[in-house]
């Protein structure tokens, strides 16, 4: 079976408002704030930035999409062009033709559409550009914002997960898997 070096190479897409793109060094201070902010810190333990030496190394690292392994759009409001929140397609298995979308969004962009209009774009994008059949999103049972993202999006609850992950309150909670398959109905329709 043939490998491949880079699955994706990093690219900007812009979609109403809001421009997607990869991560870069100005993007550190946000980075900074986001990472610190307690519903991010909960829901994605691994999220990293909140010291400025890691904020750096994870802006380098994204900034070429982890070599081309994954790809972790920046979300920005298009005029201010600030930071507003990320989305990452992971897990890109293009002989399975799949992958798992994972976001989070900055606390002074909540509320506005942001994860919405950020994981509707990249699924489609993926389904596109990637060609994948089809895109996965996995959250604790708990963190109900992200339920309402998924069904927004598009994405069927498939089922739940007991006891799967451990988050940042260093306990292991039930998951809700969904997922969204190319042919799926786009969401709203």
């Not at 550009?129 to 999103?137: D, I, K, N």
């Not at 006891?163 to 190319?182: A, F, P, T, W």
Request: charged residues 25%; negative net charge.
């Amino acid at each position: 079976m043939e490998t491949l070096d880079r699955v994706v190479e990093p690219t900007e897409i812009v979609a109403g408002r809001y421009q997607l793109r990869p991560p870069s060094l100005r993007d550190v201070p946000d980075m900074m704030e986001l990472s610190r902010d307690p519903e991010v810190v909960l829901w994605n333990p691994l999220a990293s930035g909140a010291d400025e030496e890691t904020a750096r190394a994870w802006a380098e690292r994204w900034a070429d999409w982890d070599g081309g392994q994954s790809a972790q759009f920046g979300v920005y409001e298009a005029v201010e062009g600030r930071l507003l929140g990320l989305v990452s397609l992971h897990k890109i298995d293009l002989l399975l033709s799949s992958a798992e979308l994972g976001y989070r969004v900055a606390p002074w962009a909540r509320g506005r559409g942001v994860a919405t209009t950020a994981v509707r774009t990249v699924t489609e994008w993926a389904f596109g550009a990637l060609e994948l059949t089809r895109v996965q999103l996995i959250h604790a049972v708990e963190n109900v914002a992200s339920c309402r993202v998924a069904d927004k999006c598009g994405f069927l609850h498939e089922g739940t997960t007991r006891s799967s992950y451990r988050y940042g309150d260093n306990k292991l909670h039930d998951e809700h898997i969904h997922g969204r398959l190319v042919g799926d109905p786009a969401p709203g329709r």
